[in-house]
């Protein structure tokens, strides 16, 4: 059964900085890719920062040197350090294998909310 437990997230002043878990079963982190991804209000999820097994990483061009993601293998834990949030990073952020599933499962996701 896939499980992925997000959380950290909060409410945080623009500027500021958060950090991001993402605890997942062994079944799916052992052997694939995972990224984080963010939804904003009616929107569709986007992939915001990827990891591969081998720890090579991939970031959308509007988080790139803000963001930086990582991962204990040990701990089946993938991890997003945000910093210098801005109000337009505010959204539902989800963690989950990249590329997606044919049907893929979600979390309960964590709210990070940037404030001016």
């Known amino acids: 059964q896939v499980q992925l437990v997000e959380s950290g997230g909060g409410l945080v002043q623009a500027g500021g900085s958060l950090r991001l878990s993402c605890a997942a079963s062994?079944?799916?982190?052992?052997?694939?890719?995972m990224g984080w991804y963010r939804q904003f209000p009616g929107k569709q999820r986007e992939l915001v920062a990827s990891i591969s097994s081998l720890a090579r990483t991939n970031y959308l061009d509007s988080v790139k040197g803000r963001f930086t993601i990582s991962r204990d293998n040990d701990k089946n834990t993938v991890y997003l350090q945000m910093n210098n949030l801005k109000p337009e990073d505010t959204a539902v952020y989800y963690c989950?294998?990249?590329?997606?599933?044919?049907?893929?499962?979600w979390g309960q996701g964590t709210q990070v909310t940037v404030f001016f």
């Open positions: 989950n294998i990249v590329p997606l599933g044919a049907d893929p499962k």
């Open positions: 062994t079944s799916i982190f052992s052997v694939n890719a």
